[in-house]
């Protein structure tokens, strides 16, 4: 199983960025995905997640302004991040949820920072 993120990077603040989590290894459609941060100092936080049927679920803090999507046939689902604020500054990780015996996986991180 393997989970690589892609496309963090520096933006600045109203900015927009697009991270993809593809994942291997593993039934993908089988399984509810996640997006996590982590910024300096505080703990991890489910940012979104969407389950095998489409449901999404947000964070407070970025309902409005995140889009979480997947992409079956690829393998991949996308956050997508508009009107980006300094408070977003954070290692994104993605995470695969836990199903029955099936432990959960997470990725790597991708950092994305947002100047003010």
């Known amino acids: 199983v393997q989970l690589v993120e892609s496309g963090g990077g520096l933006v600045q603040t109203g900015g927009s960025l697009r991270l993809s989590c593809t994942a291997s290894?593993?039934?993908?459609?089988?399984?509810?995905i996640g997006w996590f941060r982590q910024a300096p100092g505080k703990e991890r936080e489910l940012v979104a997640s969407?389950?095998?049927?489409?449901?999404?679920k947000y964070a407070d803090s970025v309902k409005g302004r995140f889009t979480i999507s997947r992409d079956n046939a690829k393998n991949t689902v996308y956050l997508q991040m508009n009107s980006l604020k300094p408070e977003d500054t954070a290692v994104y990780s993605c995470?695969?949820?836990?199903?029955?015996?099936?432990?959960?996986?997470w990725g790597q991180g991708t950092l994305v920072t947002v100047s003010s």
């Open positions: 995470r695969r949820f836990a199903l029955g015996k099936d432990r959960d996986y």
């Open positions: 290894g593993f039934s993908f459609d089988d399984y509810t």
């Open positions: 969407v389950t095998i049927g489409g449901v999404t």
